[in-house]
Protein backbone atom coordinates (compact mmCIF):
# COMPACT_ATOMS: atom_id res chain seq x y z
CA UNK A 1 0.00 0.00 0.00
CA UNK A 2 2.89 2.60 0.65
CA UNK A 3 4.72 1.65 -2.38
CA UNK A 4 1.10 2.63 -4.30
CA UNK A 5 1.00 6.00 -2.51
CA UNK A 6 4.44 6.26 -3.44
CA UNK A 7 4.11 5.55 -6.81
CA UNK A 8 0.52 7.76 -7.25
CA UNK A 9 2.48 10.44 -5.59
CA UNK A 10 5.35 10.71 -7.75
CA UNK A 11 3.18 10.34 -11.25
CA UNK A 12 1.36 13.52 -9.99
CA UNK A 13 4.45 16.00 -9.73
CA UNK A 14 4.83 16.94 -13.64
CA UNK A 15 0.86 18.16 -13.34
CA UNK A 16 1.52 19.86 -10.37
CA UNK A 17 4.06 22.10 -12.22
CA UNK A 18 0.77 22.86 -14.50
CA UNK A 19 -2.14 23.29 -12.25
CA UNK A 20 -0.29 25.00 -9.19
CA UNK A 21 0.70 28.12 -11.61
CA UNK A 22 -3.11 28.10 -12.03
CA UNK A 23 -4.25 27.53 -8.74
CA UNK A 24 -2.69 30.28 -7.29
CA UNK A 25 -3.95 32.46 -9.90
CA UNK A 26 -7.29 31.72 -9.30
CA UNK A 27 -6.75 32.67 -6.35
CA UNK A 28 -5.26 35.91 -6.55
CA UNK A 29 -7.54 37.54 -9.14
CA UNK A 30 -10.66 35.30 -8.99
CA UNK A 31 -11.11 33.99 -6.00
CA UNK A 32 -13.73 36.20 -3.57
CA UNK A 33 -13.89 38.77 -6.49
CA UNK A 34 -16.48 37.63 -8.63
CA UNK A 35 -20.01 36.34 -7.92
CA UNK A 36 -19.07 32.84 -10.33
CA UNK A 37 -14.95 32.88 -9.87
CA UNK A 38 -14.76 29.32 -11.16
CA UNK A 39 -16.94 29.61 -14.33
CA UNK A 40 -15.04 33.25 -14.64
CA UNK A 41 -12.14 31.70 -14.38
CA UNK A 42 -13.24 28.26 -16.82
CA UNK A 43 -14.21 30.83 -19.59
CA UNK A 44 -11.14 32.74 -19.59
CA UNK A 45 -8.84 29.39 -19.96
CA UNK A 46 -11.03 28.46 -22.71
CA UNK A 47 -10.62 31.76 -24.46
CA UNK A 48 -6.88 32.10 -24.06
CA UNK A 49 -6.63 28.15 -25.75
CA UNK A 50 -8.49 29.33 -28.52
CA UNK A 51 -6.69 32.64 -29.49
CA UNK A 52 -3.27 30.35 -29.07
CA UNK A 53 -5.03 27.60 -31.65
CA UNK A 54 -5.79 30.71 -33.53
CA UNK A 55 -2.09 32.04 -33.81
CA UNK A 56 -0.86 28.48 -34.50
CA UNK A 57 -3.06 27.60 -37.25
CA UNK A 58 -2.22 30.85 -38.92
CA UNK A 59 1.65 30.07 -38.23
CA UNK A 60 1.02 26.82 -40.06
CA UNK A 61 -0.91 28.46 -42.65
CA UNK A 62 1.59 30.85 -43.49
CA UNK A 63 4.69 28.27 -43.19
CA UNK A 64 2.49 25.81 -45.81
CA UNK A 65 1.24 28.42 -47.81
CA UNK A 66 4.61 29.37 -48.42
CA UNK A 67 6.36 26.09 -48.97
CA UNK A 68 3.06 25.39 -51.40
CA UNK A 69 4.91 27.81 -53.82
CA UNK A 70 8.20 26.84 -53.70
CA UNK A 71 6.78 23.11 -54.17
CA UNK A 72 5.73 24.21 -57.65
CA UNK A 73 9.15 25.57 -58.68
CA UNK A 74 11.13 22.66 -60.07
CA UNK A 75 14.73 23.24 -59.71
CA UNK A 76 17.55 21.58 -60.59
CA UNK A 77 21.02 21.20 -62.20
CA UNK A 78 23.11 18.86 -64.63
CA UNK A 79 26.27 18.63 -65.50
CA UNK A 80 28.42 18.95 -68.84
CA UNK A 81 30.21 16.89 -70.03
CA UNK A 82 28.09 14.04 -68.25
CA UNK A 83 31.40 12.47 -67.10
CA UNK A 84 32.87 14.87 -64.20
CA UNK A 85 36.63 15.10 -63.96
CA UNK A 86 38.17 16.42 -61.01
CA UNK A 87 40.91 19.27 -62.21
CA UNK A 88 39.19 19.70 -65.70
CA UNK A 89 36.37 22.16 -66.60
CA UNK A 90 33.14 21.73 -66.68
CA UNK A 91 29.80 23.38 -66.48
CA UNK A 92 26.69 22.83 -64.53
CA UNK A 93 23.61 24.34 -65.76
CA UNK A 94 20.76 25.61 -63.53
CA UNK A 95 17.00 25.27 -64.32
CA UNK A 96 14.05 26.48 -63.16
CA UNK A 97 10.42 26.12 -64.08
CA UNK A 98 7.54 28.04 -62.24
CA UNK A 99 4.52 25.99 -62.10
CA UNK A 100 2.46 27.81 -59.66
CA UNK A 101 0.05 30.59 -60.88
CA UNK A 102 2.19 33.07 -59.17
CA UNK A 103 4.53 36.30 -60.22
CA UNK A 104 7.76 35.39 -58.79
CA UNK A 105 9.23 38.72 -58.34
CA UNK A 106 13.00 40.21 -56.59
CA UNK A 107 14.01 37.12 -57.48
CA UNK A 108 17.69 35.99 -56.73
CA UNK A 109 19.60 33.23 -56.46
CA UNK A 110 22.62 32.07 -54.15
CA UNK A 111 24.61 29.41 -54.98
CA UNK A 112 27.17 27.72 -52.82
CA UNK A 113 30.12 25.79 -54.20
CA UNK A 114 32.15 23.16 -52.31
CA UNK A 115 35.48 23.53 -51.40
CA UNK A 116 38.40 24.71 -53.81
CA UNK A 117 35.92 25.11 -56.84
CA UNK A 118 37.40 27.52 -59.13
CA UNK A 119 34.93 29.62 -60.57
CA UNK A 120 35.37 30.78 -64.29
CA UNK A 121 32.13 32.15 -65.68
CA UNK A 122 28.39 32.93 -64.82
CA UNK A 123 26.29 33.04 -67.89
CA UNK A 124 22.61 34.28 -67.80
CA UNK A 125 20.21 35.08 -70.48
CA UNK A 126 23.31 34.62 -72.93
CA UNK A 127 25.77 36.94 -70.83
CA UNK A 128 28.28 36.80 -68.69
CA UNK A 129 27.22 38.19 -65.09
CA UNK A 130 29.08 38.64 -62.11
CA UNK A 131 27.69 37.08 -58.82
CA UNK A 132 27.17 39.26 -55.60
CA UNK A 133 29.13 38.01 -53.02
CA UNK A 134 27.51 36.78 -49.72
CA UNK A 135 30.38 35.76 -47.29
CA UNK A 136 30.42 32.52 -48.19
CA UNK A 137 32.00 30.17 -50.88
CA UNK A 138 29.42 31.04 -53.68
CA UNK A 139 27.56 33.99 -54.88
CA UNK A 140 24.65 35.87 -55.26
CA UNK A 141 22.85 36.77 -59.02
CA UNK A 142 20.15 38.94 -59.33
CA UNK A 143 17.02 37.02 -61.92
CA UNK A 144 14.65 39.86 -61.33
CA UNK A 145 11.11 38.21 -62.63
CA UNK A 146 9.82 35.05 -63.24
CA UNK A 147 6.12 34.70 -64.57
CA UNK A 148 3.96 32.22 -64.16
CA UNK A 149 4.92 28.95 -65.90
CA UNK A 150 7.90 30.46 -66.48
CA UNK A 151 11.36 28.67 -67.01
CA UNK A 152 14.63 30.04 -67.25
CA UNK A 153 18.29 28.47 -66.86
CA UNK A 154 21.91 29.60 -65.48
CA UNK A 155 25.06 28.37 -66.71
CA UNK A 156 28.12 28.08 -63.96
CA UNK A 157 31.55 27.20 -65.68
CA UNK A 158 34.84 25.95 -62.83
CA UNK A 159 36.26 23.37 -62.36
CA UNK A 160 35.84 21.21 -59.36
CA UNK A 161 38.46 19.54 -57.24
CA UNK A 162 37.43 16.95 -55.58
CA UNK A 163 37.99 12.83 -55.11
CA UNK A 164 38.18 10.69 -58.11
CA UNK A 165 35.09 8.51 -56.75
CA UNK A 166 33.72 10.82 -54.33
CA UNK A 167 31.29 13.58 -54.21
CA UNK A 168 31.44 17.54 -54.63
CA UNK A 169 27.96 18.97 -53.29
CA UNK A 170 26.42 22.50 -54.50
CA UNK A 171 23.82 24.12 -52.91
CA UNK A 172 21.30 26.89 -54.18
CA UNK A 173 18.65 29.13 -52.78
CA UNK A 174 16.07 30.86 -54.75
CA UNK A 175 14.58 33.18 -52.85
CA UNK A 176 11.54 35.54 -54.39
CA UNK A 177 8.39 37.63 -53.22
CA UNK A 178 4.97 37.05 -55.10
CA UNK A 179 1.03 37.63 -54.09
CA UNK A 180 -1.15 40.94 -55.11
CA UNK A 181 -2.47 42.30 -52.48
CA UNK A 182 0.19 40.82 -50.02
CA UNK A 183 4.05 41.28 -50.72
CA UNK A 184 4.80 37.42 -49.41
CA UNK A 185 8.30 35.96 -48.97
CA UNK A 186 9.05 32.53 -50.62
CA UNK A 187 12.36 30.12 -50.66
CA UNK A 188 13.46 27.39 -52.45
CA UNK A 189 16.31 25.51 -51.39
CA UNK A 190 17.70 22.47 -53.62
CA UNK A 191 21.48 20.41 -52.97
CA UNK A 192 23.55 18.97 -55.92
CA UNK A 193 25.74 16.12 -55.69
CA UNK A 194 27.98 15.29 -58.45
CA UNK A 195 30.66 12.38 -58.24
CA UNK A 196 34.23 12.88 -60.61
CA UNK A 197 34.99 9.93 -61.63
CA UNK A 198 37.71 10.89 -63.61
CA UNK A 199 40.75 13.75 -63.40
CA UNK A 200 42.65 15.65 -65.52
CA UNK A 201 45.83 14.65 -64.07
CA UNK A 202 47.01 12.01 -65.74
CA UNK A 203 49.57 8.90 -64.01
CA UNK A 204 51.31 6.82 -65.88
CA UNK A 205 54.63 4.66 -64.93
CA UNK A 206 57.21 2.87 -66.33
CA UNK A 207 59.52 -0.21 -65.45
CA UNK A 208 60.85 -3.57 -66.80
CA UNK A 209 58.21 -6.48 -67.26
CA UNK A 210 60.80 -8.66 -65.87
CA UNK A 211 62.75 -7.92 -63.16
CA UNK A 212 65.55 -10.46 -60.78
CA UNK A 213 64.79 -11.03 -57.27
CA UNK A 214 66.77 -8.19 -55.11
CA UNK A 215 67.30 -5.87 -58.13
CA UNK A 216 67.75 -2.57 -57.54
CA UNK A 217 65.26 -1.54 -60.55
CA UNK A 218 64.99 2.08 -61.75
CA UNK A 219 61.52 3.36 -63.27
CA UNK A 220 59.63 6.05 -64.21
CA UNK A 221 56.38 8.21 -63.03
CA UNK A 222 55.09 10.96 -65.49
CA UNK A 223 52.63 13.09 -64.52
CA UNK A 224 50.90 15.19 -67.35
CA UNK A 225 47.87 17.69 -67.03
CA UNK A 226 45.72 17.42 -69.15
CA UNK A 227 43.32 20.12 -68.75
CA UNK A 228 43.33 23.91 -69.83
CA UNK A 229 44.39 25.68 -66.00
CA UNK A 230 47.66 25.16 -64.11
CA UNK A 231 47.62 22.60 -61.20
CA UNK A 232 48.73 23.84 -57.63
CA UNK A 233 51.00 20.93 -55.51
CA UNK A 234 50.61 17.17 -56.55
CA UNK A 235 51.38 14.59 -53.84
CA UNK A 236 52.33 11.11 -55.04
CA UNK A 237 52.33 8.34 -52.38
CA UNK A 238 53.64 5.24 -53.56
CA UNK A 239 51.29 2.50 -52.55
CA UNK A 240 51.76 -0.59 -50.59
CA UNK A 241 54.30 -2.79 -52.37
CA UNK A 242 56.89 -5.36 -52.82
CA UNK A 243 59.25 -2.42 -53.69
CA UNK A 244 61.09 -0.25 -51.35
CA UNK A 245 61.16 2.82 -53.35
CA UNK A 246 62.66 5.96 -53.16
CA UNK A 247 62.84 9.26 -55.46
CA UNK A 248 65.50 9.90 -57.53
CA UNK A 249 64.34 13.14 -59.48
CA UNK A 250 66.34 16.24 -59.17
CA UNK A 251 65.61 19.48 -56.96
CA UNK A 252 62.01 19.95 -58.58
CA UNK A 253 60.63 17.55 -56.45
CA UNK A 254 60.56 17.64 -52.47
CA UNK A 255 60.10 14.40 -50.23
CA UNK A 256 57.52 14.98 -47.39
CA UNK A 257 56.39 12.70 -44.70
CA UNK A 258 56.84 10.00 -47.23
CA UNK A 259 55.68 11.35 -49.96
CA UNK A 260 56.94 13.61 -53.03
CA UNK A 261 55.24 16.71 -53.51
CA UNK A 262 55.52 18.73 -57.28
CA UNK A 263 55.01 21.95 -56.71
CA UNK A 264 52.90 23.19 -59.58
CA UNK A 265 52.03 21.80 -63.00
CA UNK A 266 51.57 24.01 -65.94
CA UNK A 267 48.17 23.07 -68.39
CA UNK A 268 49.48 20.74 -70.88
CA UNK A 269 53.28 19.93 -69.07
CA UNK A 270 54.47 16.85 -68.24
CA UNK A 271 57.02 15.45 -65.44
CA UNK A 272 58.80 12.98 -65.64
CA UNK A 273 59.85 11.32 -61.58
CA UNK A 274 62.47 8.43 -61.78
CA UNK A 275 62.29 6.53 -59.00
CA UNK A 276 64.31 3.41 -57.71
CA UNK A 277 62.91 0.62 -55.79
CA UNK A 278 64.42 -2.90 -54.92
CA UNK A 279 62.83 -6.06 -55.59
CA UNK A 280 62.04 -8.88 -52.69
CA UNK A 281 63.81 -11.69 -52.56
CA UNK A 282 62.65 -15.22 -54.15
CA UNK A 283 63.60 -18.30 -55.15
CA UNK A 284 60.81 -19.03 -57.65
CA UNK A 285 59.56 -17.03 -60.37
CA UNK A 286 56.24 -15.11 -59.20
CA UNK A 287 53.89 -12.48 -60.78
CA UNK A 288 53.47 -9.48 -58.20
CA UNK A 289 52.43 -5.63 -58.92
CA UNK A 290 53.65 -1.98 -57.97
CA UNK A 291 51.67 1.11 -57.48
CA UNK A 292 51.40 4.99 -56.97
CA UNK A 293 48.98 6.91 -56.25
CA UNK A 294 48.40 10.85 -56.70
CA UNK A 295 45.97 13.74 -54.85
CA UNK A 296 46.09 17.29 -55.45
CA UNK A 297 47.19 18.97 -52.52
CA UNK A 298 45.63 22.32 -50.94
CA UNK A 299 46.59 23.28 -47.48
CA UNK A 300 45.00 20.64 -45.24
CA UNK A 301 42.81 19.17 -47.85
CA UNK A 302 44.34 16.28 -49.86
CA UNK A 303 42.20 14.79 -52.90
CA UNK A 304 43.03 11.58 -54.36
CA UNK A 305 43.02 11.27 -57.92
CA UNK A 306 43.55 7.70 -58.88
CA UNK A 307 46.47 5.50 -58.74
CA UNK A 308 48.81 3.18 -62.01
CA UNK A 309 49.11 -0.26 -60.84
CA UNK A 310 50.89 -2.65 -63.04
CA UNK A 311 51.93 -6.41 -62.89
CA UNK A 312 55.43 -7.71 -63.45
CA UNK A 313 57.32 -11.16 -63.10
CA UNK A 314 59.89 -11.42 -60.96
CA UNK A 315 61.94 -13.81 -61.42
CA UNK A 316 64.95 -15.25 -59.03
CA UNK A 317 68.47 -13.96 -59.29
CA UNK A 318 70.98 -15.77 -61.61
CA UNK A 319 73.85 -14.18 -59.83
CA UNK A 320 74.43 -14.62 -56.07
CA UNK A 321 76.56 -12.19 -54.12
CA UNK A 322 78.28 -12.60 -50.71
CA UNK A 323 80.09 -10.02 -49.31
CA UNK A 324 82.90 -11.17 -46.15
CA UNK A 325 83.91 -8.10 -44.58
CA UNK A 326 87.18 -8.29 -42.85
CA UNK A 327 86.79 -4.75 -40.69
CA UNK A 328 83.47 -4.62 -38.72
CA UNK A 329 85.08 -1.70 -37.13
CA UNK A 330 86.70 1.33 -39.06
CA UNK A 331 89.44 3.51 -37.56
CA UNK A 332 90.06 6.89 -38.63
CA UNK A 333 93.23 6.79 -41.12
CA UNK A 334 92.86 2.85 -41.75
CA UNK A 335 91.08 1.12 -43.96
CA UNK A 336 87.82 -0.89 -45.16
CA UNK A 337 88.74 -4.56 -46.52
CA UNK A 338 85.69 -6.25 -48.09
CA UNK A 339 85.76 -9.69 -49.94
CA UNK A 340 83.07 -11.13 -52.26
CA UNK A 341 82.00 -14.18 -53.40
CA UNK A 342 79.86 -15.25 -56.23
CA UNK A 343 78.51 -17.87 -58.67
CA UNK A 344 76.16 -18.01 -61.32
CA UNK A 345 73.84 -20.28 -60.51
CA UNK A 346 71.82 -20.38 -63.80
CA UNK A 347 71.49 -21.99 -67.19
CA UNK A 348 73.09 -19.22 -69.33
CA UNK A 349 76.06 -17.07 -69.23
CA UNK A 350 76.38 -13.84 -67.39
CA UNK A 351 78.40 -10.92 -69.28
CA UNK A 352 79.61 -7.72 -68.78
CA UNK A 353 79.92 -8.63 -64.72
CA UNK A 354 81.34 -5.46 -62.98
CA UNK A 355 81.54 -5.52 -59.20
CA UNK A 356 80.83 -2.90 -56.97
CA UNK A 357 81.13 -1.44 -53.44
CA UNK A 358 78.47 1.15 -52.60
CA UNK A 359 78.99 3.09 -48.94
CA UNK A 360 77.65 6.30 -47.45
CA UNK A 361 79.58 8.29 -45.09
CA UNK A 362 82.01 11.41 -45.05
CA UNK A 363 84.87 9.10 -43.69
CA UNK A 364 85.18 6.94 -46.64
CA UNK A 365 87.49 8.38 -48.82
CA UNK A 366 86.61 8.83 -52.59
CA UNK A 367 89.77 7.20 -54.00
CA UNK A 368 91.44 5.01 -55.69
CA UNK A 369 92.12 1.85 -53.03
CA UNK A 370 93.82 -1.18 -52.90
CA UNK A 371 92.22 -3.49 -55.71
CA UNK A 372 89.38 -0.62 -56.39
CA UNK A 373 89.01 2.46 -58.45
CA UNK A 374 86.66 5.53 -57.66
CA UNK A 375 83.76 5.84 -59.75
CA UNK A 376 82.92 9.53 -59.75
CA UNK A 377 79.97 9.53 -62.23
CA UNK A 378 78.34 6.35 -60.26
CA UNK A 379 79.70 7.42 -56.72
CA UNK A 380 81.39 3.66 -56.27
CA UNK A 381 84.44 1.80 -55.59
CA UNK A 382 84.61 -0.84 -58.78
CA UNK A 383 86.55 -4.07 -58.20
CA UNK A 384 89.66 -4.11 -61.05
CA UNK A 385 90.21 -7.65 -60.89
CA UNK A 386 86.96 -9.75 -61.29
CA UNK A 387 85.42 -11.98 -64.08
CA UNK A 388 83.79 -10.04 -66.69
CA UNK A 389 81.62 -13.13 -67.80
CA UNK A 390 80.21 -16.35 -65.84
CA UNK A 391 79.31 -19.14 -67.36
CA UNK A 392 76.45 -21.40 -65.88
CA UNK A 393 77.61 -22.97 -62.22
CA UNK A 394 80.99 -20.70 -62.62
CA UNK A 395 81.96 -19.03 -59.32
CA UNK A 396 85.11 -16.69 -58.18
CA UNK A 397 85.62 -13.58 -55.83
CA UNK A 398 87.21 -10.51 -55.78
CA UNK A 399 88.76 -8.37 -53.01
CA UNK A 400 89.59 -4.69 -52.34
CA UNK A 401 90.02 -1.66 -50.15
CA UNK A 402 88.60 1.55 -49.26
CA UNK A 403 90.54 4.05 -47.28
CA UNK A 404 89.41 5.71 -44.15
CA UNK A 405 89.91 9.48 -43.65
CA UNK A 406 91.49 10.26 -40.03
CA UNK A 407 88.91 12.86 -40.11
CA UNK A 408 86.08 15.17 -41.72
CA UNK A 409 85.67 18.38 -41.52
CA UNK A 410 82.42 20.65 -39.79
CA UNK A 411 81.30 21.74 -43.16
CA UNK A 412 81.20 18.19 -44.65
CA UNK A 413 78.66 17.00 -42.80
CA UNK A 414 75.68 17.60 -40.71
CA UNK A 415 76.27 15.01 -38.26
CA UNK A 416 78.68 15.13 -35.36
CA UNK A 417 78.34 12.03 -33.54
CA UNK A 418 78.73 8.49 -33.25
CA UNK A 419 79.38 7.96 -37.64
CA UNK A 420 78.43 5.01 -39.11
CA UNK A 421 79.81 4.05 -42.84
CA UNK A 422 76.93 2.29 -44.51
CA UNK A 423 77.89 0.27 -47.02
CA UNK A 424 76.82 -2.89 -49.32
CA UNK A 425 78.19 -4.91 -52.19
CA UNK A 426 76.71 -5.25 -55.86
CA UNK A 427 76.90 -6.31 -59.45
CA UNK A 428 76.08 -5.62 -63.26
CA UNK A 429 75.46 -7.98 -65.76
CA UNK A 430 73.69 -9.04 -68.48
CA UNK A 431 70.77 -11.86 -68.88
CA UNK A 432 70.63 -12.91 -72.60
CA UNK A 433 67.50 -14.09 -71.94
CA UNK A 434 65.86 -11.01 -70.73
CA UNK A 435 67.99 -9.02 -73.41
CA UNK A 436 68.40 -6.69 -70.69
CA UNK A 437 70.78 -6.07 -67.92
CA UNK A 438 70.23 -6.58 -64.03
CA UNK A 439 71.55 -5.46 -60.59
CA UNK A 440 72.12 -7.04 -57.26
CA UNK A 441 73.08 -5.85 -54.22
CA UNK A 442 74.03 -7.31 -50.94
CA UNK A 443 72.07 -6.23 -48.00
CA UNK A 444 73.40 -2.52 -46.50
CA UNK A 445 75.39 -2.80 -43.31
CA UNK A 446 76.55 -0.35 -40.79
CA UNK A 447 79.98 -0.42 -40.04
CA UNK A 448 80.35 2.25 -36.86
CA UNK A 449 83.54 4.34 -37.04
CA UNK A 450 86.12 4.53 -33.89
CA UNK A 451 86.60 8.50 -32.46
CA UNK A 452 88.92 10.64 -34.44
CA UNK A 453 90.95 12.40 -31.98
CA UNK A 454 93.49 15.41 -31.99
CA UNK A 455 95.77 15.59 -28.87
CA UNK A 456 97.75 18.72 -28.72
CA UNK A 457 100.74 19.73 -26.73
CA UNK A 458 102.69 23.18 -26.67
CA UNK A 459 104.54 25.35 -23.89
CA UNK A 460 104.28 28.96 -23.59
CA UNK A 461 106.14 31.25 -21.66
CA UNK A 462 103.58 34.31 -22.68
CA UNK A 463 100.17 34.29 -24.16
CA UNK A 464 99.25 34.77 -27.94
CA UNK A 465 98.60 38.40 -26.54
CA UNK A 466 101.89 38.91 -25.34
CA UNK A 467 101.00 39.02 -21.55
CA UNK A 468 103.75 37.02 -19.68
CA UNK A 469 102.38 33.62 -17.13
CA UNK A 470 106.00 32.02 -17.24
CA UNK A 471 108.65 33.16 -14.52
CA UNK A 472 112.53 33.38 -14.41
CA UNK A 473 115.21 33.84 -17.17
CA UNK A 474 115.30 33.49 -20.69
CA UNK A 475 117.40 32.33 -22.32
CA UNK A 476 117.71 29.86 -19.18
CA UNK A 477 120.71 30.19 -17.09
CA UNK A 478 122.45 27.30 -15.52
CA UNK A 479 121.49 26.92 -11.60
CA UNK A 480 118.23 29.02 -11.80
CA UNK A 481 115.21 28.44 -11.73
CA UNK A 482 112.80 29.23 -14.83
CA UNK A 483 108.85 28.58 -15.28
CA UNK A 484 107.29 27.36 -18.19
CA UNK A 485 103.20 26.48 -18.87
CA UNK A 486 102.36 23.54 -20.44
CA UNK A 487 99.30 22.81 -22.54
CA UNK A 488 97.37 19.86 -23.47
CA UNK A 489 94.12 20.45 -25.87
CA UNK A 490 91.47 17.57 -26.85
CA UNK A 491 89.65 18.14 -30.03
CA UNK A 492 88.03 16.45 -33.27
CA UNK A 493 86.12 13.77 -31.22
CA UNK A 494 83.34 12.21 -32.42
CA UNK A 495 81.71 9.69 -29.62
CA UNK A 496 82.00 9.49 -25.94
CA UNK A 497 84.95 8.46 -24.58
CA UNK A 498 85.43 6.83 -21.17
CA UNK A 499 88.57 6.63 -18.93
CA UNK A 500 90.47 8.63 -20.42
CA UNK A 501 93.65 9.35 -19.34
CA UNK A 502 96.94 11.54 -20.16
CA UNK A 503 100.56 10.89 -19.09
CA UNK A 504 103.92 12.31 -19.59
CA UNK A 505 107.30 12.01 -18.21
CA UNK A 506 109.18 14.95 -16.95
CA UNK A 507 112.87 15.03 -18.32
CA UNK A 508 115.74 15.66 -15.67
CA UNK A 509 115.99 19.23 -13.88
CA UNK A 510 112.27 19.46 -14.49
CA UNK A 511 109.55 19.18 -11.96
CA UNK A 512 105.98 20.78 -11.80
CA UNK A 513 105.21 24.13 -10.83
CA UNK A 514 102.33 25.29 -8.16
CA UNK A 515 100.24 26.17 -11.01
CA UNK A 516 97.75 24.71 -12.65
CA UNK A 517 94.04 24.66 -14.66
CA UNK A 518 91.98 22.37 -16.49
CA UNK A 519 88.49 22.97 -18.43
CA UNK A 520 86.88 20.38 -17.17
CA UNK A 521 87.33 17.09 -14.85
CA UNK A 522 90.05 17.00 -12.32
CA UNK A 523 93.27 18.35 -11.70
CA UNK A 524 96.19 16.94 -12.83
CA UNK A 525 98.23 14.30 -11.02
CA UNK A 526 102.18 14.63 -10.40
CA UNK A 527 103.94 11.68 -9.00
CA UNK A 528 107.43 9.78 -9.41
CA UNK A 529 108.19 12.48 -12.22
CA UNK A 530 105.43 12.19 -14.30
CA UNK A 531 102.05 14.26 -14.53
CA UNK A 532 98.46 12.33 -15.22
CA UNK A 533 95.58 13.76 -16.23
CA UNK A 534 92.17 11.65 -15.64
CA UNK A 535 88.65 11.69 -16.56
CA UNK A 536 85.77 8.60 -16.38
CA UNK A 537 83.55 10.13 -19.28
CA UNK A 538 84.05 12.80 -22.02
CA UNK A 539 81.46 13.97 -24.20
CA UNK A 540 82.29 14.17 -28.37
CA UNK A 541 84.11 17.75 -28.91
CA UNK A 542 83.49 17.83 -32.94
CA UNK A 543 80.66 19.59 -33.14
CA UNK A 544 80.31 23.23 -33.62
CA UNK A 545 79.97 25.19 -30.70
CA UNK A 546 81.39 22.26 -28.66
CA UNK A 547 84.40 23.27 -25.87
CA UNK A 548 87.64 22.21 -26.81
CA UNK A 549 89.46 20.26 -23.26
CA UNK A 550 91.90 22.21 -21.94
CA UNK A 551 94.77 20.82 -19.15
CA UNK A 552 97.11 23.70 -18.26
CA UNK A 553 100.21 23.53 -15.45
CA UNK A 554 103.11 24.85 -14.75
CA UNK A 555 106.57 23.16 -14.95
CA UNK A 556 110.17 24.17 -13.11
CA UNK A 557 113.61 23.77 -14.96
CA UNK A 558 117.03 24.00 -13.37
CA UNK A 559 119.42 23.71 -15.77
CA UNK A 560 122.54 21.66 -15.18
CA UNK A 561 126.24 23.11 -15.85
CA UNK A 562 126.78 20.21 -18.83
CA UNK A 563 122.65 21.63 -20.09
CA UNK A 564 124.76 25.00 -20.97
CA UNK A 565 124.34 25.76 -24.40
CA UNK A 566 121.47 23.00 -24.81
CA UNK A 567 118.15 23.36 -25.81
CA UNK A 568 116.03 21.56 -23.07
CA UNK A 569 113.37 19.42 -22.93
CA UNK A 570 110.61 20.01 -20.77
CA UNK A 571 108.06 16.95 -21.39
CA UNK A 572 108.26 13.81 -23.19
CA UNK A 573 106.26 10.66 -23.58
CA UNK A 574 102.69 12.56 -24.11
CA UNK A 575 99.78 9.84 -24.23
CA UNK A 576 96.39 9.61 -24.49
CA UNK A 577 94.53 6.32 -23.75
CA UNK A 578 90.66 5.71 -23.91
CA UNK A 579 87.80 3.98 -24.84
CA UNK A 580 85.28 4.46 -27.24
CA UNK A 581 82.05 3.70 -25.76
CA UNK A 582 80.27 3.83 -29.67
CA UNK A 583 82.70 1.09 -30.44
CA UNK A 584 84.41 -0.33 -27.43
CA UNK A 585 87.65 0.29 -29.07
CA UNK A 586 89.83 1.45 -27.42
CA UNK A 587 91.97 4.90 -28.26
CA UNK A 588 95.47 5.93 -28.80
CA UNK A 589 96.85 9.48 -29.38
CA UNK A 590 100.51 11.02 -28.28
CA UNK A 591 100.98 14.69 -28.32
CA UNK A 592 104.13 16.44 -29.32
CA UNK A 593 107.54 16.10 -26.99
CA UNK A 594 107.90 19.61 -25.85
CA UNK A 595 111.61 21.69 -25.20
CA UNK A 596 112.07 25.34 -24.46
CA UNK A 597 112.27 25.68 -28.46
CA UNK A 598 108.94 27.82 -28.90
CA UNK A 599 109.36 30.03 -31.86
CA UNK A 600 105.49 31.20 -31.77
CA UNK A 601 106.39 32.74 -27.98
CA UNK A 602 106.86 36.20 -28.66
CA UNK A 603 109.15 36.44 -24.94
CA UNK A 604 110.92 33.15 -25.52
CA UNK A 605 111.02 33.13 -29.50
CA UNK A 606 115.17 32.40 -30.03
CA UNK A 607 115.76 31.91 -26.04
CA UNK A 608 116.17 28.47 -25.92
CA UNK A 609 120.12 27.68 -25.41
CA UNK A 610 121.37 27.46 -22.07
CA UNK A 611 123.46 30.10 -20.81
CA UNK A 612 126.21 30.10 -17.77
Known amino acids: MHLRRKTLHMAGHPGRFIVEPLRRH ?128 LKVRGVMFGNVGGTQTFGSTLEFRYGNKRNRQGVKETTHTFEPTASALAIDAVIADTLISEQLARGTIRLTNTGPIDFGAITIIPAESVFDFSIVSGNSVRLENGSWIIPQLPSGASVDLAFDGRTPKTEKEIETDWSFSASFTFDESVYFQGKTVQTFTLIPSPLVLEDIIDTPILTPGGTLSVSGNFRNISDEPLSNLVFFLEGDSPFLARRDGKGSVYDTREHRWEAVQAEDALDPGEEGSFRFDVPVRTSVSQSATSQYENFSARINLGAEFKLPSIDAGASVRTAPVALPITSPIRVSSFGRYSTLQGDQIGRGSLPPVVGEETKYWIFWNISGTTNTLKNVEITAVFPPNVRAGDKQSVSTGRMAQFDNGMV ?24 AVVPSADQAGQMLALLDHVRLTAVDAFTGELIQAYGARITTDLPNDAMASGLDRVIN
Do not use: C
Not at 90 to 104: A, G, I, P, Q, R
Not at 127 to 144: D, K, M, N, Y
Not at 546 to 555: D, L, N, P, R, Y
Open 26 to 153: YRARYHKRHDYPRLIFTLDILLVGVLAGFAIALAAFLFFNRNAIARQIDFSATVAPTIVSSGAPSTLVFTWHNTSTEKLRDVVLDLSYPDHFLLQEIVYLDEHVESLPTGQAGGRIVLGVIPPDGMGS
Open 532 to 555: SWTIDELPPTFAPGSKTVGIAFEV
